[in-house]
């Protein structure tokens, strides 16, 4: 029996549910790998109407959902602003891109803006999953035992 489980699908999100864009009923290509062994994975907005941007998503760590969120900083992307054979070259800044997997029902939604006021959905898409964070990580910082300073730079 495998323990990994990898999938690539297309979602048109076609649902503006806050703002505007130029984007007409974008194609977006996903694709997501989880071991269910270690509970662990990743995911990747692949393409947006064809056009390459390969963004990472990380899993959100909540227990019994298959969730991912970008991490970055809000960037620009040149991308087709139509799905098919035309084509009309736009540049969009991306803020925040999620995928919800659950079964056989997948849905997402993109942030745009420096602020992420536009938000684009597909079908299906949960309004309360375009608030999920992040967990925040903690780093372990080495301490230098009482009594003893630190190094300086």
């Not at 995911?43 to 390969?54: D, H, S, Y």
């Not at 959902?65 to 070259?89: H, K, N, R, W």
Request: proline share 7%.
């Amino acid at each position: 029996m495998e323990d990994s489980v990898h999938e690539s699908f297309d979602l048109i999100l076609d649902n503006v549910k806050q703002g505007s864009t130029d984007l007409k009923d974008p194609v977006c290509s996903f694709s997501y790998t989880w071991d269910e062994k270690t509970n662990m994975g990743i995911a990747n907005l692949q393409a947006i109407n064809g056009t390459p941007v390969n963004i990472v998503l990380h899993p959100l760590g909540i227990a019994g959902q298959l969730d991912f969120m970008s991490d970055m900083a809000p960037a620009g992307y040149p991308v087709d602003a139509l799905p098919g054979e035309e084509t009309e070259i736009i540049t969009i800044v991306i803020y925040r891109v999620i995928l919800d997997v659950e079964g056989d029902n997948r849905s997402a939604a993109i942030m745009l803006g420096e602020e992420g006021e536009t938000i684009i959905t597909s079908s299906g898409f949960a309004d309360s999953s375009s608030s999920k964070e992040l967990p925040e990580v903690k780093f372990e910082t080495a301490e230098a035992p009482e009594g003893v300073e630190p190094p300086t730079a």
